[in-house]
């Protein structure tokens, strides 16, 4: 079945450092790929999304790529703020046409000033 | 964008007390909503399918008779836990599917506390 990995946290950055969190899956076909986010006490947001190969999803300064080959969708942001500190959730949706979602953990990241 | 709404957003209730958590996408029809349960530090855990119009797909290990879902109309799905007990005590988070769009949107949540 679908599965993403995701490195476990947490991860404590100082304010301005740059972040990744790894994010690898499996899935038969073409998945859509997502980075939700989730702030303390709160539901998840969809931070950004790609829907095939060589997309670049990217919002709020986050950015991720849609890498087939080494099935990776990595979360990358050059400067974090104290306000992105929270939980990410890498996830996909199969191409099977089930719009079941697959998450991993979740990584928290905490952001000190 | 989209908005999924649920409520309540928080709830108490007593051990044995059944507890009704209602999903409703906003602004656009749902045929599928998806009702997912989040234990403390944890991921979201898939609970059931619930399709506009027919009986809920329940993952495996979920208790039907527990958690039972309706999903009477394209806008609304309910989850209601059934004799609830502390262990039940979680955030569950739906979410809904534009059949229009083909996008899915998150609700905010609802924390549950059962004593």
């Known amino acids: 079945g679908d599965s993403v990995t995701q490195m476990e946290g947490p991860v404590t950055l100082s304010e301005e450092a740059f972040l990744t969190i790894n994010c690898t899956y499996t899935?038969?076909?073409?998945?859509?790929l997502f980075w939700y986010v989730q702030y303390p006490g709160e539901g998840l947001q969809l931070l950004l999304k790609?829907?095939?190969?060589?997309d670049k999803g990217s919002n709020k300064g986050f950015e991720a790529t849609y890498r087939k080959e080494t099935t990776s969708f990595h979360l990358e942001k050059g400067s974090v703020q104290v306000s992105d500190s929270a939980v990410y959730f890498c996830?996909?949706?199969?191409?099977?046409?089930?719009?079941?979602?697959?998450f991993g953990i979740g990584t928290k990241l905490q952001v000190i000033p | 964008g989209a908005v999924v709404s649920q409520h309540p957003s928080r709830v108490i209730c007593k051990s044995g007390t059944s507890v009704k958590i209602e999903c409703r996408s906003l602004d656009f029809q749902a045929t599928t909503m998806f009702w997912y349960r989040q234990f403390p530090k944890q991921s979201l855990m898939l609970m059931a399918t619930?399709?506009?119009?027919?009986?809920?797909?329940?993952e495996q290990g979920v208790e039907k008779d527990k958690f039972l879902i309706n999903h009477a109309s394209l806008t609304l799905s309910t989850l209601t836990v059934t004799s609830a007990h502390p262990e039940d005590s979680s955030f569950y988070i739906c979410?809904?599917?534009?059949?229009?769009?083909?996008?899915?949107?998150f609700g905010p949540g609802t924390r549950l506390t059962v004593t």
């Open positions: 996830a996909l949706i199969g191409s099977g046409g089930y719009q079941k979602v697959t």
């Open positions: 899935a038969t076909g073409y998945p859509s």
């Open positions: 979410s809904a599917h534009d059949r229009g769009s083909y996008e899915q949107y």
């Open positions: 619930s399709n506009e119009g027919s009986k809920a797909t329940y």
């Open positions: 790609a829907t095939k190969a060589d």
